[in-house]
């Protein structure tokens, strides 16, 4: 009986992994919320301002492990998409500056991390999980959703962005 607890879960895990690892068409017909909020250096970022780039929106926490386990990836992925107009906005759910910068310390992130103190952006996109993730097009459009950890440098993932950049 145990064996085969075991073997549901680990199948039920490793289907979620490979649901989580698909980006999922946005198909809904409404307006990309609004996104402008400072990063830890003080430098203010408005999402309208990176229109003509692939940008990936990522909603994350401190205490989200995906989040922490992803994110060298995504360092990973910034130096793949290097020939590519892309960007990524990190955008932490409503905690401190010091949790935050206590977890950059660590986790060495190679991007843009957005502050949301008051959680104003996490209720305009929606948002109820961490990590959610938003594509964006140079259009300024959300072309997919994505919510839990993948592995963002996978060349799957990086083909998909690197197509979306040039239509």
């Known amino acids: 009986m145990i064996k085969r607890v075991f073997l549901f879960t680990t199948l039920l ?5 490979i649901q989580a690892a698909n ?4 198909t809904a017909n409404t307006p990309t919320p609004p996104l402008n909020l400072t990063d830890l250096q003080g430098k203010q ?3 309208s ?3 003509g780039q692939v940008v990936l929106v990522q909603f ?3 205490y989200c492990t995906p989040c922490r386990k992803e994110m060298p990836s995504m360092n990973n992925m910034m130096k793949k998409m290097a020939d590519t107009p892309f960007k990524i906005l990190a955008v932490d759910m409503g905690e401190t500056k010091s949790e935050v910068t206590q977890f950059v310390n660590e986790v060495k992130p190679e991007f ?3 502050m949301d103190e008051s959680g104003k952006s996490i209720s305009d996109w ?6 959610s993730n938003f594509i964006i097009d140079p259009q300024g459009k959300i072309r997919y959703t994505l ?3 993948v592995e963002w440098d996978s060349d799957q993932l990086i083909n998909k962005l690197k197509a979306l950049a040039v239509k």
Do not use: Q, R
């Open 13 to 17: 895990f490793t289907t979620m992994c």
């Open 23 to 26: 980006l999922k068409e946005f």
């Open 45 to 47: 970022h408005n999402l």
């Open 49 to 51: 301002d990176y229109k």
């Open 60 to 62: 994350w926490a401190t």
């Open 112 to 114: 843009s991390i957005l």
């Open 126 to 131: 929606k948002v109820f999980a961490a990590p």
């Open 147 to 149: 919510f839990g950890g």
